[in-house]
């Protein structure tokens, strides 16, 4: 069993549609939960960084950790072409640089106009 | 703010060959993370450096090293290149303390091909 499971789809969504994108995991130690987007043939970019359970929103985007359940989300609300790319969760077990992060394979995500 | 720099952005290889590969962090970030990203499997830690001294490594062999200097800037090292190390390279960069709020941010990578 992976550490992070992480549906690579294609997901292919109407524009404006709400998106969800998950990611399940093994390890009761991570803490720390964030979200990249990546474009092709680009480095990823930080979404959402998240601690702990919890919810938090930016903008048209919310991050979801259930620790209980070993259950992370992100939701984009009315979603753009922009948004099509490949989104990637990570985690790690504690806050300081010493551990890299264990990123989840990546869902690419299709916004049809 | 200049993010994430590296250099080169693109190279091509031979089996046998060795390449060095460069990182500049963010300004008064003081770690540098390596990972490497692949279709089969995903973006893999390689390994991190803070204050010019290696504080983790991931699951790699002894072929992967890399170092860091003075001003923060870090640099990765493959030798006898395989097949199988073609790949896309990617920097992070962090402040590095421990806590919370020590995000990654990433470059652009450098897409590495070996014949």
């Known amino acids: 069993q992976k550490e992070v499971e992480q549906d690579p789809g294609p997901l292919s969504v109407p524009e404006g549609a709400i998106v969800s994108l998950n990611c399940t995991y093994s390890?009761?130690?991570?803490?720390?939960f964030m979200w990249y987007r990546q474009y092709s043939r680009k480095g990823p970019e930080l979404l959402m960084y998240t601690y702990s359970s919890g919810n938090k929103e930016d903008g048209r985007f919310t991050a979801q950790v259930d620790k209980s359940s070993k259950y992370i989300s992100l939701f984009i609300r009315d979603s753009q072409p922009s948004d099509s790319a490949t989104y990637l969760c990570a985690m790690r077990d504690t806050g300081g640089g010493a551990d890299g992060l264990t990123f989840g394979k990546g869902t690419h995500l299709i916004i049809q106009p | 703010k200049a993010g994430v720099t590296q250099t080169p952005r693109y190279l091509i290889k031979t089996r046998g060959q060795q390449v060095t590969l460069s990182c500049s962090p963010i300004?008064?970030?003081?770690?540098v993370s390596w990972y490497q990203q692949t279709p089969g499997q995903g973006l893999q830690f390689l390994f991190e450096?803070?204050?010019?001294?290696?504080?983790n490594k991931g699951n790699f062999p002894g072929r992967f090293s890399g170092r860091q200097f003075s001003n923060s800037r870090s640099e990765m090292n493959v030798s006898t290149l395989e097949l199988g190390d073609s790949a896309l390279y990617l920097c992070?960069?962090?402040?590095?303390?421990?806590?919370?709020?020590?995000?990654?941010?990433f470059g652009p990578g450098t897409r590495l091909t070996v014949l």
């Open positions: 300004s008064g970030h003081r770690s």
């Open positions: 390890n009761s130690a991570f803490q720390y």
């Open positions: 450096y803070f204050s010019e001294t290696q504080r």
């Open positions: 992070a960069s962090s402040k590095g303390d421990s806590g919370s709020g020590n995000e990654q941010f």
